[in-house]
């Protein structure tokens, strides 16, 4: 089992970046895909990115893609999704979740473990 718990939210103007992290407890991080994921009021909860266990692949929301990317350090314990050229439309609450299935996936279903989530609001 692992608890996330990620922080880096807040308050930023269109244009603007933002770093997320998320921190994992218990000692088999490296052995989880890990995903970013983003829920706006009224709208399903949606994939923003993913991370293989050792990093080496990602996928991204074709809405995100040339402007997030997602990292892992598994000395760290800790998952990051840095946010760059924000718009109004990446206001969302942002979750980190963990999947333990070793694959590469995208849906929210295949994610047993999640975190509370931060908030990220962009202004216009």
């Known amino acids: 089992q692992v608890q996330l718990v990620e922080s880096g939210g807040g308050l930023v103007q269109a244009g603007g970046s933002l770093r997320l992290s998320c921190a994992a407890s218990?000692?088999?991080?490296?052995?989880?895909?890990m995903g970013w994921f983003r829920q706006a009021p009224g709208k399903e909860r949606e994939i923003v990115a993913t991370?293989?266990?050792?990093?080496?692949?990602?996928l991204y929301a074709d809405s995100v893609k040339g402007r997030f990317t997602i990292s892992r350090d598994n000395t760290k314990n800790t998952v990051y999704l840095q946010m760059n050229s924000l718009i109004p439309e990446d206001t969302a609450v942002y979750y980190c979740?963990?999947?333990?299935?070793?694959?590469?996936?995208?849906?929210?279903?295949?994610?047993?473990?999640w975190g509370q989530g931060t908030q990220v609001t962009v202004s216009s």
């Open positions: 218990g000692r088999t991080f490296s052995t989880y895909t």
């Open positions: 979740a963990a999947d333990s299935s070793g694959r590469l996936t995208t849906g929210v279903l295949n994610y047993e473990y």
């Open positions: 991370i293989s266990m050792s990093g080496a692949r990602t």
